[in-house]
């Protein structure tokens, strides 16, 4: 591992449970610890205290990593003696990313998070022994530069309570057992008791929702919400209607999931923009809440129908832009038009994968948002065992293309399921002037005087 020794020495200290750790074999060894620099030491297991990390935070070479649940990550509070939220600047990994990958699967993960082999790396869990699961990772992936926090979350809200960073509105993105507690009367934070409605939403799903659904959860198909020539959002009067039918209303509380993030997503925008007030989006995919405990039951539940949605829609039109507006805000200095799109579809190099169009390219001034593979997958903004990527991440990858809080951004995609994804990871952090520009490339493709760019535009 590299470091400087300076003249106030940091201590760290080894970890000599070989046994525990199922780690024979490893050499142990104590070094003294201070800023990353030129001098390298070769060390065995190394453990680094609380001072250590705050000094090398806004080291360019450091990587801090968070190896905890999303929802732990995130700001819940799962472990009482323990604060919710990370340590400021780190990044969120848990294990259960990196667990069963290949070789290859494993590199391809890594170097999505930016963490390369010469960059000095601490991994962190709540107590120090969890985290060393992705110490013994990286150090089998060929990762050198490595170091254990043993202390630990535990030790940090102790010693460093106002350096710790949590997403704005992580309450809106819930995890499995706190959607357990909700259906089995548990008492449960970030809940008022206001009633409440789980919608089970996708395109064409719902045999598969009939098979197994969180209790009481309805099923809404994303055909309710758009319809063609364009697949944009449908009407206000139709949204009212769908509204009115499934019982949904501003001031019940909403939660929505899916196996398909991006459905979810497209709801989530459609209840924000019609003003319903209290919107939230379960945090895993089927899978994970079969593997949370829930019991899931079968068959469909019918909908209850309430007319008083309590406001006219839309409540919040600001959410949506139109074409005309889209123009305009690629003309403001302080605008984002966002592109939440593959790389090849922003270049021109395919047109993502659509079969109802063949124009390639962008929406010129438009700027990269990310995306994922391709027009039907958002790997980019959702992890591999279907829960949302670690915002901090979003966040550095939409600066790279200067798309900041303070900017009027609008998102966008072909048909909005990407872009209405992007909104709402925007919306959870806390950026109040975002929109969703649900036309989108393939309405501007409709008009041949609406020109199309194509290449990388830092080069042209």
């Not at 030790?155 to 706190?178: G, M, R, T």
């Not at 929702?209 to 809404?220: D, E, L, P, R, S």
């Not at 832009?321 to 966002?338: H, M, S, Y």
């Not at 990871?425 to 649900?438: I, K, P, Q």
Request: include cysteine; hydrophobic fraction near 35%; proline fraction near 3%.
């Amino acid at each position: 591992m590299k470091f400087i020794k300076v003249t106030q020495r940091l201590l760290f200290v080894t970890t000599v449970a070989i046994a525990t750790l199922n780690m024979s074999g490893c050499f142990y060894n104590q070094k003294e610890l201070g800023k990353i620099g030129d001098e390298t030491e070769s060390v065995g297991i190394v453990s680094v205290t609380s001072d250590y990390i705050d000094l090398n935070l806004k080291n360019a070479n450091f990587v801090l990593i968070d190896t905890r649940t999303d929802e732990e990550f995130n700001g819940w509070v799962i472990d009482e003696n323990i604060n919710g939220g990370h340590i400021s600047g780190a990044i969120n990994l848990a294990f259960n990313l990196l667990d069963g990958l290949s070789k290859e699967e494993l590199k391809e993960m890594l170097t999505k998070n930016g963490l390369s082999p010469e960059k000095n790396i601490v991994v962190y869990s709540n107590y120090g022994k969890e985290s060393l699961k992705v110490y013994n990772v990286l150090k089998e992936a060929g990762y050198e530069n490595i170091a254990n926090y043993e202390g630990g979350m535990k030790e940090w809200s102790s010693v460093n309570p106002l350096k710790i960073e949590k997403l704005k509105y992580y309450e809106k993105l819930l995890y499995p057992q706190w959607v357990k507690d909700l259906t089995e009367g548990e008492k449960i934070a970030h809940y008022d008791g206001r009633e409440y409605i789980i919608v089970h939403v996708d395109y064409q799903k719902e045999e598969e929702y009939k098979k197994g659904h969180i209790k009481g959860a309805i099923y809404i198909d994303t055909n309710e919400l758009e319809s063609l020539p364009l697949w944009n959002v449908v009407s206000d009067e139709k949204i009212k209607n769908l509204l009115s039918a499934a019982g949904i209303t501003k001031d019940k509380m909403i939660i929505i999931y899916s196996d398909e993030p991006m459905a979810s997503g497209r709801l989530a925008h459609v209840l924000m923009y019609a003003g319903v007030e209290d919107v939230r989006i379960i945090n895993s995919n089927i899978k994970g809440l079969i593997s949370a405990g829930l019991t899931l039951e079968q068959g469909s539940n019918e909908w209850v129908p309430d007319d008083d949605f309590g406001g006219n829609i839309p409540m919040h039109p600001e959410y949506t832009i139109n074409l005309q507006q889209a123009k305009k805000l690629i003309e403001n200095p302080n605008g984002r038009l966002v592109a939440v799109v593959s790389w090849d579809e922003y270049v021109g190099a395919n047109n993502g994968g659509y079969s109802y169009f063949t124009e390639k390219g962008r929406i010129p001034g438009s700027v990269f948002g990310h995306g994922g593979s391709d027009g039907y997958h958002s790997e980019d903004f959702v992890d591999s065992d279907g829960t949302m990527r670690d915002y901090t991440q979003i966040q550095k990858m939409w600066q790279e293309w200067g798309i900041k809080p303070e900017n009027e951004s609008s998102f966008f995609c072909a048909t909005g399921w990407r872009g209405a994804l992007a909104f709402f990871d925007a919306y959870l952090m806390g950026w109040e002037n975002v929109s969703v520009y649900d036309g989108g490339f393939y309405e501007w493709i409709q008009d041949p005087n609406n020109q199309i760019e194509t290449g990388d535009p830092r080069v042209n």
